[in-house]
């Protein structure tokens, strides 16, 4: 469905945030992108989403696709026309607006041919929404924040959906709200995903296939088993150390000095 080959992005003719960046998500998949920040994880979603004019971003080499055409020239708002949507980092709502009032500008996102906006669908999702549909968004906690960046997704309708940190700020219990959605839209609806996260064990538990960033490009890659499985991935993404499964400190993990190998 989405296909990333070989793209250079640099911003404001200069910085090089990616390099030789390649990647898939398939049809209904849920594919996840880790890496520590600074990875290029979020330039990587803008550049699929062509957000990165907004920042004097441009990809300056290889090819991006979405159901096999090239996409590197369409305006965002007529990618979200063609069925992909990009929920932003930090939920990107309109606050000073109500929640239906967020859900109707949501829907002017739809071509004017398709059939009305499913509301009741989105309260279906997400009954606090529906409870709070006449209060302004920017009141709302951070769960139900990214509840309605979810809810207004939905309405768009989008065959894929391209999700930037939505476990950031919020608590275990609303973490795993929020990951189920995630598991519900791709199973109920069909609609693939690709999930830039920096919470691996959350990620691993809905993601089909993942892609581990470093430096701007994919240093490893596989089933979600496979990278589970890692000696590598436990150590620096699960926090496991190397021997009897002992949890090593944030400090370690943070300050760990990568593997040549990686890179090889």
């Known amino acids: 469905m989405l296909t990333i080959e070989n793209i250079e992005v640099t911003y404001h003719h200069t910085v090089q945030a990616l390099r030789g960046l390649s990647l898939e ?4 998949k849920i594919v996840t992108l880790l890496g520590t920040n600074g990875a290029g994880k979020t330039t990587t979603l803008k550049a699929a989403s062509n957000l990165l004019g907004l920042e004097n971003g441009e990809v300056g080499e290889g090819r991006i696709s979405f159901k096999g055409q090239s996409i590197m020239s ?21 606050s000073e607006m109500t929640v239906e009032d967020n859900l109707i500008a949501a829907s002017y996102a739809l071509d004017r041919r398709q059939a009305k906006p499913d ?16 209060q302004i968004a920017g ?29 950031l700020g919020l608590a275990p219990k609303v973490v795993a709200e929020i990951f189920d959605t995630i598991k519900r839209l791709n199973q109920e609806d069909g609609t693939a995903i690709l999930l830039v996260e920096q919470n691996a064990g959350v990620a691993f538990s809905v993601a089909d296939y993942g892609y581990i960033m470093e430096s701007g ?25 190397e021997e009897g499964g002992a949890r090593q400190s944030f400090r370690d993990v943070k300050h760990y000095k990568r593997r040549k190998r990686w890179l090889s």
């Open 217 to 241: 490009q994919i240093v490893m890659e596989g089933d979600v088993e496979k990278l589970r499985g890692d000696k590598d991935i436990q150590s620096f993404y699960l926090g496991m150390g």
């Open 119 to 134: 509301y009741d669908k989105v309260y279906a999702f997400f009954p606090r929404l529906k409870e709070r549909r006449r």
């Open 25 to 28: 998500v398939p049809d209904g």
């Open 74 to 94: 369409i305006q965002p708002d007529r990618l979200v026309q063609q069925g992909l949507f990009h929920v932003r980092e930090g939920r990107r709502i309109f």
């Open 139 to 167: 009141y709302l906690s951070g769960g139900e924040q990214q509840m309605l960046a979810f809810g207004r997704a939905m309405i768009a309708r989008p065959e894929l959906i391209l999700m930037d940190e939505p476990s």
